[in-house]
T-cell receptor, first 115, second 115 residues
Framework: GENVEQHPSTLSVQEGDSAVIKCTYS??????FPWYKQELGKGPQLIID?????GEKKDQRIAVTLNKTAKHFSLHITETQPEDSAVYFC??????????????FGQGTILTVHP | DSGVTQTPKHLITATGQRVTLRCSPR?????VYWYQQSLDQGLQFLIQ???????AKGNILERFSAQQFPDLHSELNLSSLELGDSALYFC??????????????FGEGSRLTVL
């Protein structure tokens, strides 16, 4: 099945700096890659996603890049703010083989933005 | 508020017991997903139902079972509970048939503690 590795597990930045979280996936049949943000005491919430036919997608201060050949994708947050502090999860959706129909999440990154 | 309702929010029980977790999806959503979140395992996909039918299955133990009812609410049954089953169990819903068709909306979770 699909295996998603996420790094780093914790990330601490100063307000205004950029933050980058990286994920790799194992199943070349995966074709959809969402990122979720989980705040304390809440369920994860989608912040951005990208499909395999696109290399980059931006939404204000958030961007995601995808390298299908290398099987890795990254989340970039610019001009970080304290309210960006949360746990971020990457995920990969399998469209074939034993991963078919499953959205597999990475282990999560705890992002802390210091004022 | 995601629109997904999970009950109970907290549950404490003993080893060997059986519990049922309940999920009401967002109005109009036909898919329901169950995820287990523990400190060392991240978000683990358990099972997905679409309009009453099982659509995808993850690493769900044989001691666990789920179903989706005609009114689209879902229940996750956990039996012969072990200490290691202590975790946060999330339900999510989406409008489409697959997890790649759009956002998964997560509830706030049911925290299970097995003593």
């Amino acid at each position: 099945g699909e295996n998603v590795e996420q790094h780093p597990s914790t990330l601490s930045v100063q307000e205004g700096d950029s933050a980058v979280i990286k994920c790799t996936y194992s199943d070349s049949a995966s074709n959809y890659f969402p990122w979720y943000k989980q705040e304390l005491g809440k369920g994860p919430q989608l912040i951005i996603d990208i499909r395999s036919n696109v290399g980059e997608k931006k939404d204000q201060r958030i961007a995601v890049t995808l390298n299908k050949t290398a099987k890795h994708f990254s989340l970039h947050i610019t001009e970080t703010q304290p309210e960006d502090s949360a746990v971020y999860f990457c995920a990969a959706y399998g469209d074939g083989g034993t991963s078919y129909g499953k959205l597999t999440f990475g282990q999560g990154t705890i992002l802390t933005v210091h004022p | 508020d995601s629109g997904v309702t999970q009950t109970p929010k907290h549950l404490i029980t003993a080893t060997g017991q059986r519990v049922t977790l309940r999920c009401s999806p967002r109005s109009g959503d036909l898919s329901v997903y169950w995820y287990q979140q523990s400190l060392d395992q991240g978000l683990q996909f358990l099972i997905q139902y679409y309009n009453g039918e099982e659509r995808a299955k993850g690493n769900i133990l044989e001691r666990f079972s789920a179903q989706q009812f005609p009114d689209l609410h879902s229940e996750l049954n956990l039996s012969s509970l072990e200490l290691g089953d202590s975790a946060l169990y999330f339900c999510a819903s989406s409008a489409g048939q697959g997890a790649n068709t759009g956002e998964l909306f997560f509830g706030e979770g049911s925290r299970l503690t097995v003593l």
